[in-house]
């Protein structure tokens, strides 16, 4: 049976403050360190709790001994947290809240607590996510505080290795011919996968895989690593090396993938992301979906970014500059001319974002160290899903804040978690194609699934799911995505 545990309060819960490092308020038995927040830490009970309707360690609960993660993770072990640490700071217009884009760093705290205990001093305890190549990551660090859960363990003798995992960044302050200046990292730790004969693009032809995308990135690295029976990605070493993953997503809605949960926060797992495609170039007609309508200026749009990002990979600034130029100009003309609505595999049409999920995704759960896919999962996968606040609209960059109480914790397949997310929020969880895919491979059911709350058990059809949760997509998914 795939449990979910489900705490909604029908309080608003505030996150804890910085102050006392995210510590619970309440001295529990099991606690190991003496300090204690003053101010409620609703963010710390509602996961030990959750632990705790999810059966770990039932026998030992309220005792000092009591050790739930201990069921999956065992000393010595190394163990890697995920969080969704996106990017530094949230441009949407009215709210720039930053708490409605990444995970916040008491819902770590709280986890990380229950690694130490289950570690007993000995293990590896990695803290880590590739955001996206414009994010400041220390800027981030420092903005959000998670800088605070290092030097609190640290206090105690206690290592938490904080990481990058990105292998190329942007300087978004761009060089005086206006031009991105990209910086690309030495990449020791990414290991390519090839998920082979798994590939959810297996049904591409050559023609379509060469229309595969990833924007702002080298063009040529996309081509390198995809092809006719082959599909690789660069996942980062700790990433393979791990034990147990510790995955930690900020469910939100989507611009290219409808919804991101578990499925998608583990784009962060790869170290270069020019070999994850997001979109194929050209119109539905043509077997593309970066746009809904067939139009000669939109595909000249789109062979003009391509040259952009090739010259602006090169350091050749002044070809770089001429293609900027005209492929604004066609992207402007031509979606006037075809009254084109959707840009860029922006929209409910995007049937490549889903597939490039399920491949990571299967990476995740089936490459071991070396990077080679094997017939049974090579690590635990365990989710807890910061739902306090969520994002909603133009995410998952410029999310507005949406106010949702919720935590949702499971060691389930976290296809099988975003099935019900979707259904939580109020999303055709069959638009986000990866959910049902990932699950007939896994040949989980919606009858395996048991979701749990503090007060009784459900199925997925009978949870009492609540209009309240309901989340409004961005544009190019608004009026289709949305259950009625």
């Not at 910086?183 to 032809?205: C, H, P, Q, R, W």
């Not at 979701?451 to 998914?477: F, K, N």
Request: charged share 30%; with cysteine.
């Amino acid at each position: 049976m795939e449990k979910i545990y489900v705490s909604r309060s029908s309080e608003a819960v505030q996150y804890p403050a910085e102050d006392c490092w995210y510590s619970p308020s309440v001295c529990y038995p099991e606690y190991q360190f003496e300090c204690i927040a003053k101010e409620d830490n609703k963010i710390y009970d509602i996961i030990r709790e959750g632990l705790y309707r999810l059966g770990y360690d039932s026998e030992n609960y309220g005792k000092k001994e009591w050790n739930p993660l201990g069921r999956i993770i065992k000393p010595g072990g190394v163990i890697l947290l995920k969080p969704n640490w996106v990017m530094h700071e949230n441009p949407e217009e009215q709210y720039h809240d930053i708490d409605c884009l990444v995970t916040h760093p008491s819902l770590i705290r709280a986890v990380m607590d229950y690694v130490v205990i289950a570690l007993k001093g000995k293990g590896k305890i990695i803290l880590a996510d590739a955001p996206m190549a414009q994010c400041h990551f220390d800027e981030l660090m420092q903005k959000v505080h998670y800088d605070k859960i290092v030097e609190f363990y640290a206090k105690y003798g206690i290592e938490v290795i904080l990481k990058d995992l990105r292998g190329c960044t942007f300087d978004d302050n761009e060089n005086k011919l206006g031009v991105n200046n990209v910086t690309v990292l030495e990449d020791s730790e990414g290991v390519i996968v090839d998920v082979g004969k798994m590939s959810a693009f297996n049904e591409y032809t050559r023609k379509e895989i060469d229309k595969l995308k990833a924007p702002k990135l080298d063009p040529l690295k996309m081509k390198e690593h995809h092809t006719v029976g082959k599909h690789e990605y660069s996942i980062h070493r700790d990433i393979l090396e791990a034990d147990v993953i510790i995955n930690l997503p900020k469910p939100k809605s989507h611009r290219k993938a409808g919804m991101t949960a578990c499925c998608k926060n583990f784009i962060g797992a790869n170290v270069r992301k020019d070999l994850l495609p997001h979109l194929t170039y050209g119109s539905k007609q043509e077997h593309g979906d970066a746009y809904q309508k067939r139009n000669i200026l939109l595909a000249l749009s789109n062979a003009c970014n391509e040259k952009y990002d090739y010259y602006t990979f090169r350091n050749k600034n002044r070809s770089a500059v001429l293609f900027r130029v005209l492929k604004g100009f066609f992207r402007r003309v031509g979606m006037k001319a075809a009254k084109e609505t959707f840009w860029e595999g922006s929209w409910y049409g995007n049937d490549t974002m889903w597939r490039t999920i399920s491949d990571v995704d299967n990476a995740i759960y089936y490459a071991n160290k070396e990077g080679i896919l094997e017939g049974k999962r090579c690590r635990t996968v365990f989710s807890v899903c910061d739902m306090i606040i969520s994002g909603e609209k133009e995410g998952p960059l410029c999310p507005s804040p949406k106010r949702l109480n919720t935590i949702i914790m499971s060691e389930s397949h976290i296809a099988c978690i975003d099935k019900f997310i979707c259904r939580y929020i109020w999303f055709d969880d069959l638009l986000v194609k990866n959910i049902d895919y990932l699950m007939e491979q896994e040949k989980i059911t919606t009858g395996d699934m048991e979701i749990v709350t503090d007060e009784q058990s459900y199925s997925y059809s009978t949870y009492p799911y609540d209009e309240g949760t309901r989340l409004q997509a961005g544009y190019g998914w608004h009026g289709y995505i949305e259950l009625k």
